[in-house]
Protein backbone atom coordinates (compact mmCIF):
# COMPACT_ATOMS: atom_id res chain seq x y z
CA UNK A 1 0.00 0.00 0.00
CA UNK A 2 0.86 3.23 -0.71
CA UNK A 3 3.08 5.07 2.21
CA UNK A 4 1.31 8.57 1.39
CA UNK A 5 -1.71 7.80 2.95
CA UNK A 6 -0.04 7.65 6.42
CA UNK A 7 -0.82 11.03 8.44
CA UNK A 8 2.25 13.21 9.19
CA UNK A 9 1.94 12.02 12.69
CA UNK A 10 2.69 8.52 12.77
CA UNK A 11 5.74 8.46 13.88
CA UNK A 12 4.66 10.62 17.07
CA UNK A 13 1.90 7.54 17.37
CA UNK A 14 5.18 5.40 16.81
CA UNK A 15 7.04 6.47 19.86
CA UNK A 16 3.78 6.41 22.20
CA UNK A 17 3.70 2.87 20.88
CA UNK A 18 7.00 1.92 22.25
CA UNK A 19 6.44 3.96 25.38
CA UNK A 20 3.03 1.72 25.85
CA UNK A 21 2.14 5.49 25.83
CA UNK A 22 -1.12 5.27 23.44
CA UNK A 23 -4.83 4.97 23.80
CA UNK A 24 -6.13 1.79 22.87
CA UNK A 25 -7.61 3.09 19.90
CA UNK A 26 -4.11 4.39 19.03
CA UNK A 27 -2.68 1.36 19.78
CA UNK A 28 -5.12 -0.43 16.91
CA UNK A 29 -4.44 2.44 14.62
CA UNK A 30 -0.35 1.63 15.33
CA UNK A 31 -0.84 -2.37 14.52
CA UNK A 32 -2.86 -1.72 11.81
CA UNK A 33 -0.18 0.62 9.96
CA UNK A 34 2.44 -2.20 11.21
CA UNK A 35 -0.01 -4.88 9.33
CA UNK A 36 -0.02 -2.79 5.88
CA UNK A 37 3.25 -0.62 5.53
CA UNK A 38 6.69 -2.43 5.47
CA UNK A 39 8.30 1.25 6.45
CA UNK A 40 6.21 1.43 9.58
CA UNK A 41 7.71 -2.04 10.81
CA UNK A 42 11.15 -0.84 10.38
CA UNK A 43 10.95 2.33 11.81
CA UNK A 44 9.59 0.14 15.05
CA UNK A 45 12.41 -2.10 15.15
CA UNK A 46 14.99 1.00 14.75
CA UNK A 47 12.96 2.89 17.86
CA UNK A 48 12.68 0.02 19.93
CA UNK A 49 16.21 -0.68 19.51
CA UNK A 50 17.50 2.84 20.57
CA UNK A 51 15.24 2.45 23.62
CA UNK A 52 16.63 -1.31 24.48
CA UNK A 53 20.17 0.39 23.84
CA UNK A 54 19.41 3.38 25.78
CA UNK A 55 20.65 2.47 29.54
CA UNK A 56 23.70 1.34 28.03
CA UNK A 57 24.58 4.51 26.74
CA UNK A 58 24.66 6.15 30.13
CA UNK A 59 27.41 6.98 31.38
CA UNK A 60 28.46 5.91 34.28
CA UNK A 61 28.16 8.17 37.71
CA UNK A 62 29.50 7.90 41.35
CA UNK A 63 27.40 8.51 44.08
CA UNK A 64 27.99 11.51 46.18
CA UNK A 65 29.72 10.28 49.68
CA UNK A 66 26.43 10.64 51.70
CA UNK A 67 24.75 8.25 49.33
CA UNK A 68 27.46 5.93 48.61
CA UNK A 69 27.53 5.22 52.45
CA UNK A 70 24.00 4.68 52.97
CA UNK A 71 23.84 2.26 50.11
CA UNK A 72 26.99 0.55 51.75
CA UNK A 73 25.11 0.43 55.16
CA UNK A 74 21.78 -0.85 53.46
CA UNK A 75 23.60 -3.63 51.29
CA UNK A 76 25.55 -4.89 54.34
CA UNK A 77 22.95 -4.57 56.97
CA UNK A 78 20.14 -7.51 57.22
CA UNK A 79 16.27 -5.82 57.06
CA UNK A 80 15.40 -5.46 61.07
CA UNK A 81 12.35 -7.19 60.17
CA UNK A 82 13.85 -10.44 59.45
CA UNK A 83 14.27 -13.40 61.56
CA UNK A 84 17.96 -14.39 62.70
CA UNK A 85 19.43 -16.63 61.18
CA UNK A 86 20.06 -20.09 63.29
CA UNK A 87 23.54 -20.13 64.38
CA UNK A 88 25.90 -22.46 62.87
CA UNK A 89 29.00 -24.40 65.01
CA UNK A 90 31.23 -23.60 61.89
CA UNK A 91 29.90 -20.50 60.53
CA UNK A 92 31.51 -20.07 57.04
CA UNK A 93 32.04 -16.55 55.94
CA UNK A 94 31.09 -14.85 52.79
CA UNK A 95 32.69 -12.08 50.68
CA UNK A 96 30.57 -9.44 49.98
CA UNK A 97 30.57 -7.65 46.59
CA UNK A 98 28.53 -4.52 47.75
CA UNK A 99 29.39 -2.30 44.88
CA UNK A 100 27.81 -4.75 42.34
CA UNK A 101 23.93 -4.15 44.24
CA UNK A 102 24.89 -0.99 44.67
CA UNK A 103 26.00 -0.58 40.96
CA UNK A 104 22.62 -2.22 40.09
CA UNK A 105 20.40 0.15 41.93
CA UNK A 106 22.04 3.02 40.23
CA UNK A 107 21.54 1.47 37.12
CA UNK A 108 18.47 1.32 38.01
CA UNK A 109 18.00 4.82 38.94
CA UNK A 110 19.78 6.08 36.23
CA UNK A 111 17.44 3.88 33.11
CA UNK A 112 14.33 5.60 35.61
CA UNK A 113 15.95 9.25 35.10
CA UNK A 114 16.00 8.36 31.42
CA UNK A 115 12.51 7.34 31.04
CA UNK A 116 10.99 10.00 32.75
CA UNK A 117 12.96 12.20 30.10
CA UNK A 118 11.58 10.11 26.89
CA UNK A 119 8.00 10.25 28.30
CA UNK A 120 8.19 14.05 29.27
CA UNK A 121 9.64 14.52 25.52
CA UNK A 122 7.01 12.51 23.86
CA UNK A 123 4.45 14.57 26.15
CA UNK A 124 5.80 17.42 24.87
CA UNK A 125 5.63 16.26 21.54
CA UNK A 126 1.90 15.14 22.14
CA UNK A 127 0.89 18.90 23.13
CA UNK A 128 2.50 20.32 20.60
CA UNK A 129 0.32 17.78 17.89
CA UNK A 130 -2.97 18.82 19.87
CA UNK A 131 -2.36 22.36 19.13
CA UNK A 132 -1.82 21.88 15.80
CA UNK A 133 -4.71 19.91 15.14
CA UNK A 134 -6.59 22.73 17.63
CA UNK A 135 -5.28 25.28 14.52
CA UNK A 136 -6.38 22.65 11.70
CA UNK A 137 -9.62 22.44 13.25
CA UNK A 138 -10.15 26.39 13.44
CA UNK A 139 -9.29 26.23 9.58
CA UNK A 140 -12.41 24.30 8.85
CA UNK A 141 -15.09 26.65 10.69
CA UNK A 142 -16.52 27.79 7.49
CA UNK A 143 -16.70 31.52 9.20
CA UNK A 144 -13.65 32.01 9.92
CA UNK A 145 -11.12 33.92 7.84
CA UNK A 146 -7.81 32.32 7.71
CA UNK A 147 -4.69 34.21 6.61
CA UNK A 148 -1.20 33.08 5.42
CA UNK A 149 1.36 35.05 6.68
CA UNK A 150 4.76 35.36 5.22
CA UNK A 151 8.34 36.67 6.66
CA UNK A 152 9.13 40.25 5.94
CA UNK A 153 12.72 41.51 5.49
CA UNK A 154 13.21 42.22 9.52
CA UNK A 155 12.29 38.10 9.32
CA UNK A 156 12.53 36.66 6.39
CA UNK A 157 12.67 33.03 8.20
CA UNK A 158 9.31 33.99 9.75
CA UNK A 159 5.95 32.76 8.69
CA UNK A 160 2.57 31.92 10.13
CA UNK A 161 -0.90 30.83 9.95
CA UNK A 162 -3.97 33.39 11.66
CA UNK A 163 -7.27 32.37 12.30
CA UNK A 164 -10.13 34.93 13.00
CA UNK A 165 -13.29 33.95 14.63
CA UNK A 166 -16.00 36.98 13.75
CA UNK A 167 -18.78 34.74 16.31
CA UNK A 168 -16.32 34.46 19.05
CA UNK A 169 -14.02 37.28 18.37
CA UNK A 170 -11.09 35.69 19.03
CA UNK A 171 -7.82 35.11 17.35
CA UNK A 172 -5.60 32.23 16.84
CA UNK A 173 -1.90 32.24 15.04
CA UNK A 174 0.18 29.62 15.16
CA UNK A 175 3.88 31.06 14.23
CA UNK A 176 6.95 28.92 13.06
CA UNK A 177 11.01 30.51 13.57
CA UNK A 178 9.65 33.65 14.94
CA UNK A 179 11.76 34.08 18.02
CA UNK A 180 10.43 35.46 21.14
CA UNK A 181 10.39 38.76 22.40
CA UNK A 182 11.66 40.59 25.46
CA UNK A 183 9.46 40.75 28.38
CA UNK A 184 8.46 44.04 27.71
CA UNK A 185 8.26 43.66 24.30
CA UNK A 186 5.17 42.34 22.20
CA UNK A 187 4.11 41.04 18.35
CA UNK A 188 0.90 43.01 17.58
CA UNK A 189 -1.63 42.41 14.91
CA UNK A 190 -3.36 44.84 12.50
CA UNK A 191 -5.80 44.89 10.22
CA UNK A 192 -5.52 47.12 7.46
CA UNK A 193 -7.84 48.01 4.98
CA UNK A 194 -9.75 51.67 3.67
CA UNK A 195 -8.96 52.96 7.47
CA UNK A 196 -5.64 53.52 9.57
CA UNK A 197 -4.45 50.60 10.83
CA UNK A 198 -6.57 48.48 13.82
CA UNK A 199 -5.10 47.41 16.44
CA UNK A 200 -5.99 43.84 16.87
CA UNK A 201 -4.06 42.08 19.77
CA UNK A 202 -0.72 41.34 20.73
CA UNK A 203 1.38 38.26 21.84
CA UNK A 204 4.36 37.13 22.70
CA UNK A 205 5.69 33.00 21.96
CA UNK A 206 6.95 31.13 23.86
CA UNK A 207 9.75 29.29 21.03
CA UNK A 208 10.33 29.75 17.69
CA UNK A 209 6.97 27.30 17.00
CA UNK A 210 4.31 28.40 18.73
CA UNK A 211 0.64 29.53 19.53
CA UNK A 212 -0.98 31.59 20.66
CA UNK A 213 -4.62 32.94 20.90
CA UNK A 214 -6.42 35.69 22.67
CA UNK A 215 -9.45 37.64 22.41
CA UNK A 216 -9.82 40.24 19.77
CA UNK A 217 -10.27 44.00 21.03
CA UNK A 218 -12.67 44.99 18.06
CA UNK A 219 -15.27 43.51 15.86
CA UNK A 220 -14.41 44.97 13.30
CA UNK A 221 -10.89 43.01 12.98
CA UNK A 222 -12.93 40.20 12.14
CA UNK A 223 -14.42 42.14 8.98
CA UNK A 224 -13.54 40.57 5.40
CA UNK A 225 -11.14 42.18 3.08
CA UNK A 226 -8.80 43.34 5.46
CA UNK A 227 -4.91 42.54 5.32
CA UNK A 228 -2.98 41.24 8.34
CA UNK A 229 0.30 42.88 9.74
CA UNK A 230 2.12 42.09 12.42
CA UNK A 231 4.93 44.31 13.93
CA UNK A 232 7.11 44.33 17.41
CA UNK A 233 6.62 46.61 19.86
CA UNK A 234 7.10 48.00 23.18
CA UNK A 235 4.00 47.05 25.36
CA UNK A 236 4.10 50.27 26.94
CA UNK A 237 3.43 51.47 23.25
CA UNK A 238 0.50 53.56 21.84
CA UNK A 239 -2.28 51.36 19.61
CA UNK A 240 -0.62 52.88 16.65
CA UNK A 241 2.06 50.25 14.43
CA UNK A 242 5.47 52.13 14.37
CA UNK A 243 7.95 49.04 15.33
CA UNK A 244 9.34 46.87 12.39
CA UNK A 245 6.94 45.00 10.29
CA UNK A 246 7.94 40.83 10.72
CA UNK A 247 4.99 39.03 9.29
CA UNK A 248 2.40 40.25 6.36
CA UNK A 249 -1.34 38.51 5.32
CA UNK A 250 -0.63 37.12 1.43
CA UNK A 251 -3.35 38.49 -0.90
Not at 30 to 38: D, F, G, K, S, T
Not at 86 to 102: H, K, N
Request: glycine share 4%; aromatic share 6%; net charge negative.
Amino acid sequence: MNSNSLPDNWRSHLAGYVLNDLTEAETAQVREWLALYPEVAIELQALEASWQSLPESLPPQSPPPPLRDRVLTAVQSPPSNLASPPASPTPIPRRRRPWGWAGLGLGWAATAVALISVVAENQRLKQELIQSEAVVASFRQPNNRFYTLAGTAAQPQASGRLVVDPESETALIFTESLPPLMADQAYRLWAIADQAPLFCGQFNPSAEQSSSQWPLPDAACGAPGVQMLITAESVDAPPLPEGPLVLQSQS
